[in-house]
């Protein structure tokens, strides 16, 4: 027997704001809400205990640096890594230097909180 991802906690100063732009990156849909503020997003239709994780937006102003480093990588679904990158930029995200080459076949972004993520070149097919 083993254990799965089966959600993502990320810490953030706007909930709202990070719920409302992961889900448009994601295609998530808002599937519960915390009397503490927090988001849960996750696939429509499926939810919790689906095959993808769902992403748990926690209000936090205050630092941690115990905390894990945790970072995500997407993938384009139903474009190509070009389009994606635009329609990510579009949505918010911005071009993170986190020490890279040049010569990736990945972009490293910042969802609009400086969270880094990455946007990869492979694309996968929709689960």
Not at 38 to 59: D, H, K, N, W, Y
């Amino acid at each position: 027997m083993a254990s799965r991802i089966s959600e993502l906690v990320l810490d953030c100063e706007d909930p709202e704001r990070l719920a409302a732009f992961w889900s448009a990156v994601l295609d998530y849909v808002e599937l519960d809400r915390e009397e503490d503020g927090s988001i849960e997003i996750g696939p429509a239709g499926v939810g919790f205990g689906g095959l993808q994780p769902t992403l748990i937006l926690s209000p936090s102003t205050d630092p941690k640096p115990w905390k894990l480093p945790l970072h995500l990588d997407v993938n384009a679904t139903d474009r190509d890594q070009d389009a994606e990158l635009e329609r990510l930029l579009a949505l918010g995200a911005r071009p993170a230097d986190v020490g890279q080459t040049g010569e990736e076949n990945w972009h490293v972004l910042q969802d609009p909180e400086g969270n880094v993520f990455c946007l990869l070149h492979r694309r996968l097919k929709p689960v």
